[in-house]
């Protein structure tokens, strides 16, 4: 077994090139036994096996430095650097993660989880390396997908401009989570499925094969403008024309053949260059093959029917994206706005029903949502509905493109709060702080899946400005969608369960069952407790809150959100100055990334549970 000798990127190394399609089969392998336990990014990671290989192969890591776009693909290289021995652990709590994580390993550049910044990295690195006269190859890797994003362009003007060396792999698969879309990927598609596929390669083996110093020398033919090395750069004249030299496309499963080619651009040292790498998404197990989506991102499931271990319950973002549904069929001006992810927020169902009403713009927050800000000023009622993590990169789009116009754009929150084992970069902490501080913004917080239905027919008919409905990871609690709106349903008038006078707890979103339960734990001990569950945690309802909390002796907050900038602070600068000292502690998140683990166990880390809640206060009754 040739993955049991590979304790370092040096035992591959040693390895002839006929041995690498038997470690890469074998590293598909445990690819595929692990992450069939764990979870995980799947399809990505699999497809990028070959390459990881032949990249670690040629290159002299960490000295060099590959720079991957999102990371979600980095599992070959996990396994290739070091951590072979670890990686079972994947994505468990303690374990190691499922991104590249620079505390980790030398070989993990940067932490990345959000994507399109390979390119901004690599520039910078090229920047410092210059600078500081160092001598090293920067090899970001970047996704089809990623390349939709806007700082992927940002990055290009100016990598063009600067024309530093750095080699970007272009890892084209056709896919981003879902289908690629957009002008740039058809462009792709075109290149990869133009006849210049095979005559092009064999033109690079040309080179290759006559050429002895062949790194200066195809810098000497380029500068000569030879033929055939013209030819090859055809097919991408895009990015030819923005100053990069373009190689390909190139078959990404024969890792000879990368060995080759990189090994002869990796050394082309008068500006920057890509390589655009064709490869198959979910290469190597028959179900991620058939259906890379679905194994894009997978919970645990059986090796030998791809069937998930465990039944999937009604997600709460199934339950929003089809309320959608039955709001768009009575009304045709509704429209949903995905950033390439129609599966992850529920919108499949959306996208077969009204395709001309369902817009993946691609990995382009901030686009996507300037975009809704148009279509809402033209009478359109967009639903823009992006995970909490990624909605932080269009801040200031929210901010000067809908908040300041009092655009209706409707905000579908998912994955707010602690999402487990994607872990720091993808937990959904931070958007009641940043969204609470938009003038006239309102948000919501369901704490379940029939809350969440009747939030959105509400956002649906709110017309006064924006609204953003923030829910979390989870089941909607039902197998069935069954849910039936009401019609006077008003989420700014609180859930309020008053039971004696002594101790209130104040919730909102799913931590509102967190706080009845910490109620029953109390009254079970004999201590009377009051709840409130918060529908719409701005703008508060202050006059509601001050009465609430003078009825008690002491109040308490619990949130799943950081507790700098969250609606336990927005109820303590809201509260008369009698009632501030009845508040005596925000149950939130402290002010630090939060790693991966479980969504349980980071509750009962940070001492969110119903249980700890209610011991604390315990403690705080007899203090
Ligand atoms: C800013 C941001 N938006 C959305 C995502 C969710 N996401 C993770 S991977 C991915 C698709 C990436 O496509 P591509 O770069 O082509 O890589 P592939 O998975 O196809 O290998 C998306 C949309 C993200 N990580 N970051």
């Known amino acids: 077994v040739l993955l049991e000798k590979i304790n370092s990127v040096e035992n591959l190394r040693q390895l002839n090139t006929k041995e690498l399609p038997v470690l890469a089969e074998e590293i598909r392998a445990r690819i595929i036994e692990v992450i069939s336990r764990n979870g995980g990014h799947l399809a990505s990671s699999l497809g990028v096996v070959d390459l990881t290989i032949a990249l670690h192969y040629v290159l002299d890591t960490p000295t060099d430095k590959i720079i991957w776009d999102v990371g979600h693909q980095s599992y070959a290289h996990k396994i290739l650097t070091g951590r072979a021995s670890a990686f079972h652990t994947i994505r468990t709590s303690g374990g190691i993660s499922g991104f590249p994580r620079i505390t980790e390993s030398p070989f993990d550049t940067y932490n990345v989880g959000h994507s399109s910044t390979s390119l901004s990295l690599a520039i910078g690195e090229c920047v410092a390396r210059d600078y500081l006269k160092k001598d090293y190859c920067v090899v970001p890797v970047i996704g089809d997908g990623s390349l939709t994003g806007g700082m992927a362009f940002e990055a290009l003007n100016q990598i063009g401009h600067l024309k530093r060396p750095m080699m970007i792999i272009l890892n084209d698969n056709e896919h981003s989570i879902s289908r690629n879309v957009g002008a740039l990927s058809e462009y792709l598609t075109r290149i990869i499925s133009g006849s210049f596929y095979n005559t092009t390669r064999k033109m690079i ?75 198959q998404k979910g290469r190597g197990y028959g179900y991620s093959e058939r259906k890379p989506k679905h194994f894009h991102s997978v919970a645990p499931f059986c090796v030998e029917t791809g069937e998930p271990v465990s039944e999937p319950a009604l997600s709460l973002s199934e339950v929003a994206g089809k309320t959608l549904v039955r709001i768009a069929k009575s009304d045709d001006r509704v429209f949903a706005v995905t950033a390439a992810m129609t599966t992850g927020t529920g919108l499949e169902e959306f996208s077969l029903t009204f395709p001309r009403r369902c817009i993946d713009v691609g990995i382009a927050e901030q686009h996507a949502v300037t975009f809704s800000a148009a279509l809402a000023r033209n009478g359109i009622k967009p639903f823009c509905a992006i995970y909490s993590t990624f909605l932080q990169r269009a801040y200031d789009q929210i901010v000067h493109d809908v908040g300041s116009m009092k655009l209706p754009v409707r905000f579908l929150i998912d994955r707010a709060g602690i999402v487990g084992e994607d872990g720091e970069t993808h937990h959904g902490l931070l958007d009641i702080s940043y969204l609470k501080s938009i003038p006239g913004m309102m948000i919501l917080s369901p704490p379940d899946g029939a809350h969440l239905v009747n939030m959105v027919y509400y956002a649906w008919k709110f017309e006064k400005g924006p609204v953003a409905i923030r829910y979390h990871k989870g089941n ?68 509601f809150l001050n009465d609430a909390v003078y009825a008690h002796r002491r109040v308490y907050v619990i949130e799943n959100n ?54 604390t206060i315990l403690c705080d009754t007899t203090s």
Request: net charge negative; hydrophobic share 45%.
């Open 476 to 543: 909607a609690g039902r197998s069935e969608y069954d849910f039936v709106p009401e019609d006077d349903y008003n989420p700014l008038i609180p859930l309020y369960d008053k039971r004696g006078s002594d101790v209130l707890l104040i919730a909102h979103g799913v931590m509102h069952s967190v706080a009845r339960n910490a109620a029953e734990i109390l009254a079970a001990k004999g201590v009377a407790v009051s709840t409130v569950c918060l529908l719409c945690v701005k703008p508060l309802d202050t006059a």
């Open 205 to 279: 083996y040309d080179i290759i094969e006559h050429i002895p110093l062949v790194g200066a020398k195809v810098e000497e033919l380029a500068a000569k403008g030879k033929s055939y090395l013209k030819g090859l750069l055809v097919p991408g004249k895009f990015f030819e024309d923005l100053g990069l030299r373009y190689f390909g496309p190139v078959n990404g499963h024969n890792i000879e053949a990368m060995v080759e080619i990189f090994s002869n651009t990796c050394v082309i040292k008068n500006g920057p260059i890509i390589v655009h790498v064709v490869t």
């Open 562 to 615: 950081y507790r700098i900038g969250g609606v336990g602070e927005s109820i303590l600068s809201d509260l008369s100055g009698e009632n501030r000292g009845r508040l005596r502690t925000i149950f939130a998140f402290p002010d630090e990334f939060i790693c991966h683990a479980p969504v349980s166990e980071l509750f009962a880390r940070y001492g969110l549970t119903a249980q700890q809640i209610a011991e």
